[in-house]
Every structure is written in C-alpha cells, then in structure tokens.
C-alpha cells in the first residue's frame, strides 16, 4: 500500500521498502515536526486476528492522529480497515496512495466525494514520486490542533464491508481493474513459472559465484586490503608491539585486523552487497508474491503455504531477519516450522557467496549435488516437522501487488542499508570469534580441542584437525566458519564435505537469540541441537560416500 514510503516522506528516517506485503514486521518510529511517528505493520482489518492486528490495536490506544494509507488500485478493500478506523474518534487523514496506476489503468476515483462521504481529509498520493506529500503535510499540521471525538460503536463485520462496497461504487467510474496480465499467467503457471524460477536462481549463483566472488572479491580482498591498506598496518604494528598475546590477537593468524577485518570487508561486504541488490530488484518488481503462488501447492506437505517463501528467499540475505519475517506467517505452527528450516538449511547471503565461491570452481557436478542435497534435506525435514508440530496450518491469502520497473534510488538505497547493517552486527562478532580463536591457540586449547574431536573431525567427517576453529567461529557466524574454510588446503571431496556441513551446522548466535525471543528457550535450544546432529550425521555419511 505505500504506507512505509508515506513514513519515509514525512520522517526522512529510512524504512524499508518493498513491493510485496508483509515488509513492516516491526514498528518504524520516527519524527515529524516534533512529534513522533510510528510505521506499523500492513494489515487489512481490526479484529485482532494475528499479531500484527493486535500490535496496530495497542498502538491505536495512544494515537492522537491516524494516516491511513490505502491502495488506490484495491480502494474497495481497504476501505473496511478505513470505516473501522474512523470510529476510533481519533483525527485521520485517508491517503490514497498509487494514484499513477489509476490514472496509468484508465480508472477514475471521486476523492472529493470519498471526502464527503467518509467524513475526513482524503489526500490524491503517489508516494514514491513525493506527490501528495506536501498536501499531506498540510492536512497533518491542522489534525494536530484537533482533539479526539467519542468512539462510536462500530456495525459488524458484514455491515461494514457492505458500507464499503456501497461507498466504493459512489466514487469509481463503471469498469474494474484488469485481471492477470499474460506476464502474470506466465509467471505464475507451474511449467513457464518453475522455468523462470529456475533460471533466475541460476543468474544468481552466476553473478555472486562467478562474477562478484573471482573478479570483485579478487579485488577487494585480494589487492585493496591485503595488498595496499592492511601491509603497512601490520608492520607498523609488528614494530610497535612486543611478542605476545596482543600481537597475536590484532595481526596473529586468527587476528582482528588480518582475519575479522579482511574477511568481514574484504571478502563478505562485496557479496552480502550483491546479494542484497539482486533480491532488492526481485522484491521491487513484484516477482516474490508471483513466486509464492506458484509453490503454494509445494510446500503444503511441509505445513506451509507459499507465503513462506518470502522469508525462505529472505533468509537467503540473512537467517536472523528472515526469522522475525516469518511473523508475516498466520500461525504459530507454521512459524516454527520456517524458524526450523530457516536455522538448518538456509546459508545467508555471506555464507551463500563464500560457498559459491568455492564451490563453482569445482564445477557444476559438485554445485548440483550440493543443492540437491540441501533441498533434499529441507524437504525431509519439513514433512517430519507438519507430521510432528501440533495445530494446523491456513491456507494462502496474499495480496498480488502490480509488476513495475523496480526504481533504483530505493534498490540501491535497501541495499546499501542492509549492508551497513551487516557490517554493524557481523564486525563485532567476527572480532569476538577471532579473539576467541587466538586465545585458544594461544593457551594451547585449540590444540586440545583439535585432538579432543578427531574421533568426530578425522575419523567421521574424515576433514583435518583444523577444521575445528572453522567450526567454532561457525557457531559464532557461520557465513564466518565458511570463510575460515578457505584458509585450510582441502581436496574436493573434503572441501564439498566440509561445505555441507557448516551449511547444515548451528544458526549464528543472532538468529539463536532471535528465535529464543519470538518462540522461547525451549525451541530455540531445540534448533540448535537438531541443527547440530544433522549437521554431523550427514557430513559423516557424505565422507563414508566420497
């Protein structure tokens, strides 16, 4: 509906923009001329039905003015939510957002009838072109000044969408919306859809393991950190510091500088920032909710229903975010069942680029075993998950927004913020990991936990001893454990072994925490432990194969 771009507007504070529903799963706040302003989640009606409704309930209690930011392309619908806000008796203004597509359809809206009608301003809008925000802004400045009303008690469901419908038909010219466009059809049919989906996959893996991992990697990495900025930093530091455990941790082997630095900016920054501008333009276009519906009837057996691939692409970017969008979701059940996939056997963007990295290279045999043992995996799990978590899951009901050109001020806008965001929780965990590594190698622990693990190490997985550190900044960040991978000379089948099982191994410790907080301590601990023997069990039987 726009309503995140209309927050934007008035606040100047970046929230996160997308062409698909369910983006706000958290409250935005911000401030407009000194009074402070919250995004909430997009909802169709109040009747206290999920989380989000409840949510915009508790924040309605404390609201002095109400935006109401509808679709001007679905306006018959979302004037339900619309009635049942005006009898709040708190000041509102309506904003009829994407007021382009109207005009670029053919359709013509009466807003100054919807105004006499409804009782309250109603501002023309199209949001992410800025018209209609100054007048918006006006109307906000007079709604200030205005006072609550008494609420008044509201009709039933039935009677309000009857008042709706009744209201719509007053105001839109004779004609409705065209149905699907032969591009929808095609994206949305099982065999030209998986086609698409298939091939859109593939350019992915392309850019991020060929392109942006050997040329762009090769680059940052390779020559501007380890070859113009880190070498002088290192011998300045080599003349300054005594031998010892200082040293070690800043520039040793494991140190924050050579190791947490170079592989958080050199190596993952390039491909968590590809990553996130290549699932930007599919989210921008509207290519996801046409994704869900064709997978709909795919992940039925996992007690799913095709929302869910909109966190699983998510969690593709990054687990910990793709978790708490699992709230999109309309039951419980089923946001556990995604917490648990999501935690075993989803690698994030980070992850997914050093992966390919390494894995392309071996070439297409070993890229296609490896997705076809993950989603194996993922599959298998699903369908003991639906068999074993009580309740049951609902049916599909998702807004299908309209295909556009996505805009690339709020492509690169969304990835540059995301990215940033990478950097602000990942650095402070690689250095943590890397500190934590050197100070086992330095007190000969790493050692004892090397020897301490071979029966697992060497003689299951059958991978070198020094796998163990990998493993260990895994549970710290796995995309972390991938890169620590690279160090190590593996031969293929060890490398393709190894790959498997950090992809499977634990959740980072932020998506741990994450899903602790939405699920409590009980499923997170029981996620992380499945993770784990999952992990080792199918490594060690993928090491008996090789």
Same mark, same amino acid.
């Given at each position: 509906?726009?309503?995140?771009?209309?927050?934007?507007?008035?606040?100047?504070?970046?929230?996160?923009?997308?062409?698909?529903?369910?983006?706000?799963?958290?409250?935005?706040?911000?401030?407009?001329?000194?009074?402070?302003?919250?995004?909430?989640?997009?909802?169709?009606?109040?009747?206290?039905?999920?989380?989000?409704?409840?949510?915009?309930?508790?924040?309605?209690?404390?609201?002095?003015?109400?935006?109401?930011?509808?679709?001007?392309?679905?306006?018959?619908?979302?004037?339900?939510?619309?009635?049942?806000?005006?009898?709040?008796?708190?000041?509102?203004?309506?904003?009829?957002?994407?007021?382009?597509?109207?005009?670029?359809?053919?359709?013509?809206?009466?807003?100054?009838?919807?105004?006499?009608?409804?009782?309250?301003?109603?501002?023309?809008?199209?949001?992410?072109?800025?018209?209609?925000?100054?007048?918006?802004?006006?109307?906000?400045?007079?709604?200030?000044?205005?006072?609550?009303?008494?609420?008044?008690?509201?009709?039933?469901?039935?009677?309000?969408?009857?008042?709706?419908?009744?209201?719509?038909?007053?105001?839109?010219?004779? =004609?409705?919306? @065209?149905? &699907?466009?032969? #591009?929808?059809?095609?994206?949305? %049919? *099982? +065999?030209?859809?998986?086609?698409? /989906?298939?091939?859109?996959?593939?350019?992915?893996?392309?850019?991020?393991?060929?392109?942006?991992?050997?040329?762009?990697?090769?680059?940052?990495?390779?020559?501007?950190?380890?070859?113009?900025?880190?070498?002088?930093?290192?011998?300045?530091?080599?003349?300054?510091?005594?031998?010892?455990?200082?040293?070690?941790?800043?520039?040793?082997?494991?140190?924050?500088?050579?190791?947490?630095?170079?592989?958080?900016?050199?190596?993952?920054?390039?491909?968590?920032?590809?990553?996130?501008?290549?699932?930007?333009?599919?989210?921008?276009? =509207?290519?996801? @909710?046409? &994704?869900?519906? #064709?997978?709909?009837?795919?992940? %039925? *057996? +996992?007690?799913?229903?095709?929302? /869910?691939?909109?966190?699983?692409?998510?969690?593709?970017?990054?687990?910990?975010?793709?978790?708490?969008?699992?709230?999109?979701?309309?039951?419980?059940?089923?946001?556990?069942?995604?917490?648990?996939?999501?935690?075993?056997?989803?690698?994030?963007?980070?992850?997914?680029?050093?992966?390919?990295?390494?894995?392309?290279?071996?070439?297409?045999?070993?890229?296609?075993?490896?997705?076809?043992?993950?989603?194996?995996?993922?599959?298998?799990?699903?369908?003991?998950?639906?068999?074993?978590?009580?309740?049951?899951?609902?049916?599909?009901?998702?807004?299908?927004?309209?295909?556009? #050109?996505?805009?690339?001020?709020?492509?690169?806008?969304?990835?540059?913020?995301?990215?940033?965001?990478?950097?602000?929780?990942?650095?402070?965990?690689?250095?943590?990991?890397?500190?934590?590594?050197?100070?086992?190698?330095?007190?000969?622990?790493?050692?004892?936990?090397?020897?301490?693990?071979?029966?697992?190490?060497?003689?299951?997985?059958?991978?070198?001893?020094?796998?163990?550190?990998?493993?260990?900044?895994?549970?710290?960040?796995?995309?972390?454990?991938?890169?620590?991978?690279?160090?190590?000379?593996?031969?293929?089948?060890?490398?393709?072994?190894?790959?498997?099982?950090?992809?499977?191994?634990?959740?980072?410790?932020?998506?741990?925490?994450?899903?602790?907080?939405?699920?409590?301590?009980?499923?997170?601990?029981?996620?992380?432990?499945?993770?784990?023997?999952?992990?080792?069990?199918?490594?060690?039987?993928?090491?008996?194969?090789?």
């Amino acid at each position: 509906m726009g309503k995140s771009v209309v927050f934007t507007n008035l606040t100047r504070r970046y929230a996160e923009v997308s062409n698909y529903p369910g983006t706000t799963v958290e409250i935005s706040r911000g401030i407009w001329q000194g009074n402070p302003v919250a995004d909430t989640p997009g909802i169709y009606g109040l009747t206290n039905a999920n989380d989000e409704e409840r949510l915009t309930e508790a924040l309605l209690a404390d609201a002095q003015v109400i935006v109401n930011v509808v679709d001007a392309t679905r306006l018959r619908r979302d004037l339900f939510l619309t009635l049942q806000l005006s009898g709040r008796g708190v000041p509102m203004v309506v904003v009829v957002n994407m007021m382009d597509e109207v005009r670029r359809l053919g359709q013509r809206l009466d807003l100054a009838k919807l105004e006499t009608l409804l009782g309250v301003p109603v501002v023309a809008a199209t949001a992410v072109h800025g018209e209609g925000m100054d007048e918006l802004a006006q109307v906000l400045g007079h709604l200030c000044h205005k006072k609550k009303n008494s609420a008044r008690r509201l009709q039933d469901s039935a009677s309000l969408r009857a008042r709706a419908n009744e209201i719509y038909e007053k105001i839109a010219a004779p =004609g409705g919306a @065209p149905g &699907l466009s032969p #591009l929808d059809k095609w994206l949305t %049919r *099982p +065999l030209t859809g998986l086609l698409t /989906a298939a091939l859109v996959l593939a350019m992915i893996w392309w850019l991020i393991g060929g392109l942006v991992a050997n040329q762009v990697v090769d680059f940052t990495e390779g020559i501007v950190l380890n070859r113009w900025l880190l070498p002088p930093i290192v011998g300045m530091l080599l003349r300054l510091l005594p031998e010892g455990l200082l040293q070690q941790i800043l520039i040793g082997d494991f140190g924050v500088l050579t190791m947490a630095l170079a592989y958080g900016i050199g190596l993952l920054l390039p491909l968590v920032f590809s990553f996130y501008l290549l699932l930007s333009l599919l989210e921008d276009s =509207g290519y996801l @909710p046409r &994704l869900a519906v #064709l997978l709909d009837n795919t992940f %039925r *057996p +996992l007690g799913l229903n095709g929302k /869910a691939v909109i966190p699983l692409i998510l969690g593709f970017g990054c687990v910990t975010m793709a978790v708490i969008s699992t709230r999109m979701l309309s039951t419980r059940r089923e946001r556990i069942i995604l917490a648990f996939l999501l935690g075993l056997a989803v690698p994030c963007s980070a992850q997914t680029g050093v992966i390919a990295m390494m894995l392309v290279p071996m070439g297409f045999r070993w890229l296609g075993l490896y997705a076809i043992i993950l989603l194996s995996i993922f599959l298998v799990a699903g369908v003991i998950l639906n068999k074993t978590v009580p309740g049951q899951s609902d049916g599909l009901f998702l807004e299908l927004p309209r295909l556009r #050109l996505p805009r690339p001020r709020n492509i690169l806008r969304k990835s540059w913020a995301k990215s940033m965001a990478f950097l602000k929780d990942a650095l402070p965990l690689f250095a943590l990991g890397a500190c934590l590594i050197t100070l086992l190698n330095y007190g000969g622990g790493l050692i004892a936990l090397e020897r301490g693990l071979a029966p697992l190490t060497s003689s299951w997985l059958k991978l070198p001893p020094q796998v163990v550190g990998a493993f260990i900044m895994g549970m710290i960040r796995r995309d972390f454990g991938a890169a620590g991978l690279m160090a190590l000379n593996l031969a293929a089948p060890q490398r393709f072994v190894a790959l498997v099982t950090m992809t499977l191994f634990v959740p980072c410790i932020a998506s741990v925490l994450v899903v602790i907080k939405e699920h409590g301590l009980l499923i997170g601990i029981a996620i992380w432990l499945s993770s784990l023997a999952v992990a080792l069990l199918i490594g060690g039987l993928l090491a008996a194969a090789m």
